[in-house]
């Protein structure tokens, strides 16, 4: 199927050629063979007989006679819980309401300089030097 399909392809481009040579009179069409980007298709195996697990009269091209026919299945939505979640969430909560605002939340930069609310030096050995080497 691939070598027809080439085969096919390649027939239609030097056919297309032609005729544009043919209408544009003077000026010629040159084609490189090597420009073509050919489509193939690749084989997605399964590694199992798809044949068991269908109908006997499955056919994936076909499309279905009636929309309403489709099974889909639903899942419920409704969980069960044993407690009363009220009982442990704020006052007001609504799930679907938006937290916050993204642009309200405050990044530190890691070239920002900040100052400690306390004097380090309490903390500190005596003549403690940061920038000392030992």
Excluded: C, W
């Amino acid at each position: 199927m691939k070598i027809s399909f080439i085969k096919a392809s390649i027939f239609i481009l030097f056919a297309l050629g032609n005729l544009s040579v043919l209408k544009a009179g003077e000026y010629q069409t040159h084609v490189v063979i090597d420009s073509i980007v050919y489509l193939e298709e690749e084989d997605n195996a399964l590694n199992f007989e798809t044949e068991a697990f269908l109908p006997s009269d499955f056919n994936p091209y076909a499309a279905p006679e009636n929309v309403l026919h489709i099974s889909y299945i639903v899942e419920e939505s409704d969980i069960e819980l044993d407690f009363d979640p009220k009982n442990y969430l704020p006052q007001g909560f609504d799930p679907y309401e938006f937290f916050f605002d993204i642009n309200s939340i405050e990044y530190i930069d890691a070239n920002d300089l900040f100052e400690l609310d306390f004097d380090t030096t309490r903390y500190l050995p005596a003549n403690f030097n940061a920038r000392m080497s030992k």
